[in-house]
């Protein structure tokens, strides 16, 4: 079977994954993972269009590995995320190109969670109900390290191999996991289809428990609708569409749908729609873009209770 054939039936298979309608079960899958802080993308840009799997550049170690063989030379990103509960993520990321061997890449993810109380129960009635032990030390963080390269000029493959390691007070563990990831231009205009599989490992044991990592399929379709509809604007102005549809060890699969609309290479305006969520279903985003440096900030609602979550990266290309 030639390249042409494989090629033909991959994007036939991803098509199918992706356009069949989301099912439920009458068993949901919950809480069936451990270090579910691996599920937290970084990006602010990711946050914004909610449908990530598309993004290229050294922002792409978050999601889809195979999106890094696209850089010409260097790129890097940093960031921090707001989460929830005064949780906050602060990440880093760098591809490079190594000519004649593809392009390598590095990722890092840290989340601090501020501080943290221990305390027991006091019945006397004289007190405030409870005793202070001190603070508990809560740490949880990942690197990376990958590979990506062109395999044609249409087709990219990408993997990713990091180390996950999870600590609080005095019980702790890690984990080696791995990230790969495919994208396909397809040849009709901007239409890409990709395809990622993140935090694939063994179990973990984490005190007296056996845990498994959070492991997350996804499938996704990019194009640019104004290049379609309207290509009289395609030099100065872009409106990239993206949907996706993913698949979790421990949550009903789930869909997304996002927009980015680019003026002059310099303005970008993000909003994405997620289906099938309990929290998270809005996102919005704005991005800049001047003599090679980027910067982003996305808003994404996670309801009355919860409040919303802030992201701002910087990137820069070398």
């Keep these: 079977m030639n390249d042409r054939r494989v090629l033909s039936w991959m994007t036939l298979l991803l098509s199918t994954a992706l356009i069949m309608p989301v099912q439920g079960t009458e068993i949901e899958k919950r809480a069936q993972a451990g270090m579910t802080f691996l599920l937290i993308n970084p990006s602010a840009r990711a946050g914004g269009l909610m449908a990530s799997n598309g993004l290229e550049g050294a922002v792409a170690l978050f999601q889809n590995p195979s999106g890094i063989a696209k850089v010409a030379s260097g790129d890097v990103v940093v960031g921090q995320t707001e989460w929830l509960a005064d949780i906050t993520q602060t990440s880093a990321a760098v591809a490079y190109r190594i ?138 102005r872009s409106l990239m569409v993206q949907v996706e549809r993913s698949h979790h060890r421990d949550s009903p699969e789930k869909f997304d749908v996002g927009l980015e609309y680019t003026f002059h290479d310099m303005l970008s305006i993000r909003a994405g729609s997620g289906f099938n969520y309990d929290e998270n279903d809005l996102g919005f985003g704005l991005g800049l873009n001047a003599s090679k440096v980027r910067v982003d900030y996305s808003y994404n609602s996670y309801g009355d209770v919860l409040g919303a979550v802030h992201r701002v990266s910087v990137g820069a290309g070398f």
Excluded: C
């Excluded at 840290?110 to 009635?125: Q, V």
């Design 99 to 236: 000519e004649g061997l593809g392009v390598v890449g590095l990722s890092w993810v840290s989340l601090d969670h501020g501080d943290i109380f221990r305390t027991t129960i006091n019945e006397d009635p004289s007190t405030v109900g409870f005793n202070e032990l001190g603070q508990v030390d809560v740490d949880e963080s990942v690197i990376g390290v990958a590979y990506a390269r062109e395999i044609t000029d249409k087709f990219t493959i990408g993997a990713q191999f990091k180390r996950a390691s999870q600590r609080l007070q005095d019980s702790r563990t890690a984990a080696m996991a791995v990230d790969f990831g495919l994208t396909y231009r397809t040849g009709y205009r901007s239409t890409q289809l990709n395809m990622s599989i993140r935090n694939f490992s063994k179990e973990i044991q984490f005190v007296d428990q056996s845990v498994q990592l959070p492991l997350t399929f996804k499938v996704g379709l990019g194009v640019d609708a104004l290049e379609l509809l309207a290509p009289q604007f395609g030099e100065s």
